[in-house]
């Protein structure tokens, strides 16, 4: 049960950064402006080289930067959390990526729903403007939460609490690892959450949080690649399927989404040439093509971006490169065991670009 | 896990073995031409898609 002290406070918001200039200075004003006072917003710079830590001076108050070794960024979340005395001064904390945009009354909001009844809460998630990768993410994203998130709150079974906007009760903290490295640190506390029973975990869809994303093929394979090695390093460290819970059926079922996909570019096609009969392939294109097309425009009136149907026609390759690098992955880490472990590097590292203006006027919308 | 867009495919596998089984022989052909079409069409779409993003970049 959750300790309650009068003392304590409600919510604080902790972002660890590494080299983060070009962009925390915006995300702790975005913070300020969606709603969180600056009094209650902590910065851990992980060997930040570069002039994160007077940028962030710049907006905080004395004492709410520290500046540690680079030790990774699990680590610099739980240094921050015990150096800042989170646990004991807040019922719950807000972790935070450095390149985040919060909409107007994203705190407030969840000040006013976070509840005793879960230990962890999650918010709605959209994708900056951008080109024509940020494009493909509104429809990720739209799919991945407007319909599957509350699928997955309904059934207890969140695999994942972006790290861009993740809640933890103080009280479950002491619970979690924070020392084990992992390509995927929010993955990795997700499921602890759930191996080691600890409680719900909320989605907040009136909470509504921003993120950058990447700014041109390159950088975007070079992230699903570090996501899917983390989801397979997951997989195995979390001996998710070899259990018969409700996380390891509804993961179950995320990889076998893959696996039929996989079988449609590629068994189908071998079927139908061996039979000479080009139906079932071409019937399989239509339904699919009727479906993403579908999805596309529902995301585009719903997130009021009638400029991401433009781009539809790319949404294909980019499903592609996910299936391959989704497969890639699992053969890196599951047949050849590769990154058991993991140096406390930061993939974000030369990512970060500054957030145009034009882009940050979607958050208050 | 962080694959969102891809939550599909079973729908859509489960759908066009619907379709094809209720298809009427007459049908078959018409489907495979109206797919290189929609093919054919995704294509030209993309190409003009990106000499767009091109020529607005200069």
Same mark, same amino acid.
């Given at each position: ?38 009094? %209650? #917003?902590?910065?851990?710079? $992980? ?6 830590? !007077?940028?962030?001076? @710049?907006? =905080? ?109 103080? %009280? #479950?903290?002491?619970?979690? $690892? ?6 995927? !640190?929010?993955?990795? @506390?997700? =499921? ?174 | ?58």
């Amino acid at each position: 049960m959750p300790i309650h002290t009068r003392e304590r406070r409600k919510l604080a918001l902790i972002i660890p950064a590494h080299n983060e200039q070009m962009v925390v200075g915006d995300t702790i004003r975005s913070a300020i402006r969606a709603g969180q006072s600056p009094d %209650d #917003i902590y910065v851990v710079s $992980d060997g930040s080289t570069d002039w994160t830590v !007077e940028l962030a001076y @710049l907006v =905080l108050p004395d004492g709410h930067v520290l500046d540690q070794p680079q030790m990774g960024k699990a680590m610099a979340m739980a240094n921050g959390i015990l150096n800042f005395g989170l646990v004991q001064r807040y019922e719950w904390i807000h972790i935070a990526d450095a390149d985040g945009v919060f909409a107007d009354g994203y705190f407030d909001e969840l000040r006013r729903r976070l509840s005793p009844k879960f230990v962890a809460a999650t918010g709605h998630l959209q994708s900056l403007k951008g080109g024509w990768i940020a494009k493909y993410r509104v429809f990720e994203y739209t799919m991945g939460l407007e319909v599957m998130r509350r699928i997955q709150s309904l059934l207890g079974t969140i695999p994942v609490i972006p790290g861009a906007t993740c809640i933890l009760r103080t %009280d #479950i903290v002491e619970h979690l $690892d924070f020392l084990h490295p992992s390509l995927t !640190e929010d993955m990795d @506390l997700t =499921l602890q959450i759930h191996r080691r029973k600890l409680g719900k975990i909320a989605y907040i869809p009136q909470a509504k949080a921003l993120t950058q994303d990447p700014k041109d093929f390159a950088d975007y394979h070079r992230q699903i690649l570090r996501w899917y090695r983390g989801g397979w390093q997951m997989i195995r460290r979390h001996g998710i399927g070899r259990r018969a819970g409700r996380i390891d059926a509804y993961m179950g079922f995320m990889v076998l989404e893959e696996i039929v996909l996989l079988m449609q570019v590629t068994l189908l096609p071998i079927y139908c040439i061996a039979i000479g009969n080009y139906v079932p392939m071409a019937t399989m294109f239509l339904v699919d093509l009727a479906a993403v097309l579908g999805i596309t425009l529902w995301a585009a009136w719903l997130n009021r971006r009638p400029d991401i149907i433009a781009a539809f026609p790319l949404y294909y390759v980019l499903r592609f490169v996910n299936l391959y690098t989704f497969f890639r992955a699992w053969f890196e880490i599951v047949v050849l065991r590769k990154f058991g472990s993991d140096a406390p590097g930061w993939t974000t590292e030369g990512r970060r670009y500054r957030i145009a203006p034009e882009a940050l006027g979607v958050a208050n919308k | 896990m962080y694959s969102h867009g891809r939550v599909l495919s079973v729908a859509t596998s489960a759908g066009t073995v619907t379709a094809v089984t209720a298809m009427p022989n007459t049908g078959m052909e018409s489907t495979v031409q109206i797919a290189v079409a929609a093919a054919a069409g995704l294509l030209v779409w993309a190409g003009i898609y990106i000499a767009q993003s091109m020529f607005s970049k200069h």
